[in-house]
């Protein structure tokens, strides 16, 4: 395939394309003028024909390509986190700080939240139980670098049972996880 520097390989089919029709369509017009007259019109000077050879394309091929399977997020509300109902965080915090609300399952002793960022600030942000439900644990983190990921692995044990989600955090919004 030929290759023009700025264009795109379908902007070159399409001028050949383009160039194409308009050389079919002058050489039809060449070969319906009678000889020694031009197309111009009656009493005009005779030029010498120009006829353009018809350009041989290669037909396009159909290719068939297979479906991808559907792309599933993982447990969690990695690809929901927008569209999760969300609150803003109180006015006296940081305006990049994230706030998550961890509702457990019944019976967990304890739930953990690790970042998942291989370049972190902090590994594992400090929470606490709430006094008024037991199943709902708070956590805060620090202000949060805007640019990077902020999917974070929540840790819940009950027992010697851990479950394990993934969250994303939004800086100066408060995010609820429901086991």
Do not use: K
């Amino acid at each position: 395939m030929w290759s023009v520097p700025g264009l795109g390989q379908r902007a070159v089919l399409c001028i050949l394309a383009a160039c194409c029709v308009l050389s079919l369509g002058r050489s039809s017009a060449a070969a319906g003028a009678r000889s020694g007259s031009c197309p111009c019109g009656p009493g005009a000077s005779a030029a010498p024909a120009v006829v353009a050879a018809p350009v041989q394309m290669a037909s396009p091929v159909a290719v068939w390509l297979a479906p991808l399977p559907p792309v599933t997020p993982p447990p969690g509300t990695l690809g929901v986190t927008y569209a999760r109902q969300s609150w803003p965080i109180p006015a006296d915090r940081h305006p990049r700080v994230a706030m998550l609300d961890v509702r457990a399952p019944a019976g967990a002793t304890n739930v953990r939240v690790f970042t998942t960022y291989e370049y972190r600030e902090e590994d594992e942000i400090d929470g606490f139980r709430d006094p008024h439900d037991p199943c709902v644990w708070h956590f805060e983190t620090r202000p949060l670098i805007p640019g990077i990921p902020h999917v974070y692995r929540v840790e819940a044990q009950a027992g010697t049972c851990v479950d394990a989600r993934l969250v994303r955090l939004i800086r100066g919004r408060r995010v609820t996880l429901e086991y």
